[in-house]
């Protein structure tokens, strides 16, 4: 009697992700079609998987044509999310723009004022001072917001505070949109580039139930933990301030280790 040869699994941890359909898409509306191509291309495999009618070799061309088909399918996802995350990105620097000319308005003798205040609320407890910039953001005050930037070491809040002063709705759409966007974008390519290492698997058609290391990987660290922090921080433009860059990408910290590292990672219980 022989012994049976263990059935292979998808090589990589990218394909095995894409089989599960574990990826993190863009909440809403942005990653619904996503999502429901994904679950597609999970069932359409699964059925192929399950069929008792087909010998190997039929499965693998059946599965073949199906990850054809779902790559047509998934590369006008990636345009949507470049084309979304572009607008957002725009939008961006426009605020910047803004910001900038809102700064460059005051005149010398508001800079002088904005000196002497910042002197004034550098006495100040820093309840009051937090009340005195909601004031100053409530009456829309750009020489009192200049003041408090004069105190602020990274200027990034108080950049901020002059921004959503200038121009709220598009400051909104920044800070709602920016983030997952950017998230969307890395997660549709990752996709993009998993669907050619699942079909250089063997048997792709074969189910691969997530583990709970994907799982956990994607709940702790979202897009990050699979594409890396340095993937998203290139997506955004260099020429998008600091002040903006930190509400179009995902909060640092720590994250489970991008899928490059993964894969040289041995499962848990391997001997």
């Known amino acids: 009697m022989t012994?049976?040869?263990?059935?292979?699994?998808?090589?990589t941890p990218a394909a095995r992700?894409?089989?599960?359909a574990v990826f993190p898409l863009s909440a809403g509306d942005a990653g619904a079609s996503g999502r429901a191509l994904l679950?597609?291309?999970?069932?359409?495999?699964?059925?192929?998987?399950?069929?008792?009618?087909m010998t190997a070799l039929e499965r693998d061309r059946a599965a073949g044509a199906v990850l054809a088909a779902f790559k047509a399918n998934w590369s006008r996802e990636v345009t949507k999310a470049e084309v979304a995350h572009q607008n957002i990105v725009a939008e961006a620097k426009e605020l910047a723009a803004g910001?900038?000319?809102?700064?460059?308005?005051?005149?010398?003798?508001?800079?002088?004022?904005?000196?002497?205040?910042?002197?004034?609320?550098?006495k100040l407890p820093l309840g009051e001072r937090a009340a005195d910039l909601d004031r100053a953001l409530d009456d829309r005050d750009l020489a009192r917001l200049a003041a408090h930037a004069l105190l602020d070491p990274t200027?990034?809040?108080s950049k901020r505070a002059i921004a959503v002063?200038?121009?709220?709705?598009?400051?909104?759409?920044?800070?709602?949109?920016?983030?997952?966007a950017t998230e969307h974008l890395a997660a549709a390519r990752a996709v993009a580039?998993?669907?050619?290492?699942?079909?250089?698997?063997?048997?792709?058609?074969?189910?691969?139930?997530?583990?709970?290391?994907?799982?956990?990987?994607?709940?702790?660290g979202g897009i990050a933990s699979i594409v890396g922090?340095?993937?998203?921080?290139?997506?955004?433009?260099?020429?998008?301030?600091g002040y903006l860059r930190g509400m179009m990408l995902p909060k640092p910290g720590p994250v489970a280790a991008p899928q490059d590292q993964q894969a040289q990672q041995p499962p848990a219980g391997a001997a």
């Open 165 to 180: 002063t200038t121009d709220p709705a598009r400051f909104q759409r920044v800070l709602l949109e920016g983030r997952p």
């Open 39 to 53: 679950a597609g291309l999970r069932d359409d495999l699964d059925k192929i998987a399950g069929s008792d009618r």
């Open 193 to 220: 580039a998993a669907v050619d290492e699942l079909a250089g698997a063997p048997e792709p058609w074969r189910r691969a139930p997530s583990t709970s290391q994907d799982l956990m990987q994607v709940a702790n």
């Open 17 to 20: 992700r894409l089989r599960a």
């Open 155 to 157: 200027g990034a809040a």
């Open 229 to 241: 922090q340095d993937v998203l921080r290139q997506l955004v433009p260099v020429d998008v301030p």
């Open 99 to 122: 910001t900038r000319r809102a700064e460059e308005s005051l005149s010398p003798l508001d800079v002088r004022r904005a000196e002497r205040a910042a002197d004034l609320l550098a």
């Open 3 to 11: 012994n049976k040869t263990p059935h292979p699994k998808p090589a």
